[in-house]
């Protein structure tokens, strides 16, 4: 017999934080449950105060499969659900997957290995974003190029190596455990500021484009200028909180609104000469979105630049008017609460 097939795969603790997922939740937890590993396995998924039938199909999967449970999370925020999911879970390896992600067969099995292979206290890959419509795949589209998300490798690929940071992520129990866990002030960029303090402990956090994650986009403007705004409401709060944690990949949303708007501003009031700026950002979007939208419909290949501006100009707009009492509120709770196994 193989030395490595008497070798026994540690055990692994998936956490969901889910709150309106009846679309989504079924899948992501079938194809949790359908991982190609060997070794033992728990799903713990916290439910947040849906107003659709999110409990409903949560409870059914508990019904169905003695792995999977649940455990409320009535503040409806991430890091909280996924504090108390980790709190509730007891293996050694612990997985983030989203109400909406589906991880690829052999994502947990991948993913053990790296850990073992590299030492890092986190892994993770690429967020690779799926749409089911025209403007779907046009928001994912934008979410996997250079000109929508800059050189950020969970999005756009990249080679295998240390990273800032990773795609939800798969980690050791004793760095969340050191940790203590996700701080519940962070309502967006938790995964940021998580691995921020695990590689300032020290800590390995490893990206392979091995590990994929399929996303859904969201499903409106609407909704995905909400989720962009907060990306850059609460990027800026980490940046307040760690010194030294911002880059000019971050800046440059809000550098390209404050430029559009100097540039409409003196247009209208000076000199059609500070239209240029709009004009050329426009340009660039159009231009960007030709190889973005490769094998698209031509209805979603014209949605990409609406998507595009979206993205930039609300991260950008998130991070200009993110208020400093959030940073305060932040700092309040500087030490999040120290997490136990069930």
Same mark, same amino acid.
């Given at each position: 017999?193989?030395?490595?097939?008497? $070798?026994?795969?540690?055990?692994?603790?998936?956490?969901?934080?889910?709150?309106?997922?009846?679309?989504?939740?079924?899948?992501? &937890?079938?194809?949790?449950?359908? !991982?190609?590993?060997?070794?033992?396995?728990?799903? &713990?998924?916290?439910?947040?105060?849906?107003?659709?039938?999110?409990?409903?199909?949560?409870?059914?999967?508990?019904?169905?499969?003695?792995? &999977?449970?649940?455990?409320?999370? %009535?503040?409806?925020?991430?890091?909280?659900?996924?504090? *108390?999911?980790?709190?509730?879970?007891?293996?050694?390896?612990? $997985?983030?997957?989203?109400?909406?992600?589906?991880? /690829?067969?052999? =994502?947990?099995?991948?993913? &053990?290995?790296?850990?073992?292979?590299?030492?890092?206290?986190?892994?993770?890959?690429?967020?690779?974003?799926?749409?089911?419509?025209? @403007?779907?795949?046009?928001?994912?589209?934008?979410?996997? /190029?250079?000109?929508?998300?800059?050189?950020?490798?969970?999005?756009?690929?990249? !080679?295998?190596?240390?990273?800032?940071? #990773? =795609?939800?992520? #798969?980690?050791?129990?004793?760095?969340?455990?050191?940790?203590?866990? +996700?701080?519940?002030?962070?309502?967006?960029?938790?995964?940021?500021?998580?691995?921020?303090?695990?590689?300032?402990?020290?800590?390995?956090?490893?990206?392979?484009?091995?590990?994929?994650?399929?996303?859904?986009?969201?499903?409106?403007?609407?909704?995905?200028?909400? !989720?962009?705004?907060? +990306?850059?409401? @609460?990027?800026?709060?980490?940046?307040?909180?760690?010194?030294?944690?911002?880059?000019?990949? =971050?800046?440059?949303?809000?550098?390209?609104?404050?430029?559009?708007?100097?540039?409409?501003?003196?247009?209208?009031?000076?000199? %059609? @000469?500070?239209?240029? $700026? %709009?004009?050329?950002?426009?340009? *660039?979007?159009?231009?960007?979105? $030709? %190889?973005?939208?490769?094998?698209?419909?031509?209805?979603?290949?014209?949605?990409?630049?609406?998507?595009?501006?979206?993205?930039?100009m609300s991260w950008g707009w998130g991070f200009l008017t993110s208020p400093r009492s959030l940073a305060r509120k932040v700092i309040a709770s500087r030490?999040?609460?120290?997490?136990?196994?069930?």
């Open positions: 017999m193989n030395a490595k097939s008497d $070798v026994q795969l540690p055990a692994v603790s998936v956490i969901m934080p889910v709150l309106n997922e009846e679309r989504h939740l079924r899948g992501a &937890v079938q194809a949790i449950l359908a !991982q190609e590993y060997a070794g033992e396995m728990e799903v &713990v998924v916290a439910l947040g105060p849906s107003t659709d039938r999110t409990d409903e199909i949560a409870a059914r999967l508990v019904a169905e499969d003695p792995r &999977v449970h649940t455990v409320p999370n %009535p503040t409806g925020r991430t890091p909280a659900a996924l504090n *108390a999911a980790i709190k509730a879970s007891r293996h050694p390896i612990v $997985v983030r997957v989203d109400g909406h992600g589906m991880l /690829s067969p052999d =994502y947990i099995a991948t993913a &053990v290995r790296l850990l073992e292979e590299t030492g890092a206290q986190n892994v993770g890959g690429i967020m690779h974003a799926e749409g089911e419509n025209d @403007w779907e795949h046009a928001v994912a589209a934008a979410m996997t /190029s250079k000109i929508g998300v800059g050189n950020a490798a969970f999005h756009t690929g990249g !080679q295998a190596g240390p990273a800032e940071t #990773v =795609y939800l992520g #798969v980690f050791r129990r004793e760095a969340l455990e050191q940790q203590g866990g +996700y701080n519940e002030e962070f309502i967006r960029a938790q995964d940021w500021e998580l691995n921020f303090r695990i590689r300032e402990a020290g800590g390995l956090i490893w990206f392979s484009p091995e590990l994929k994650v399929s996303y859904r986009p969201r499903p409106s403007v609407k909704a995905l200028a909400k !989720q962009y705004k907060d +990306y850059g409401r @609460w990027r800026h709060v980490v940046a307040r909180y760690h010194s030294g944690s911002i880059n000019l990949r =971050y800046l440059a949303p809000p550098t390209a609104l404050c430029a559009i708007a100097a540039g409409v501003v003196t247009g209208a009031a000076l000199t %059609p @000469w500070g239209l240029l $700026v %709009p004009a050329g950002y426009l340009a *660039a979007l159009v231009a960007g979105s $030709v %190889p973005a939208g490769k094998g698209l419909s031509a209805t979603a290949r014209l949605r990409i630049p609406v998507a595009l501006a979206t993205m930039h030490r999040p609460a120290v997490l136990s196994g069930s």
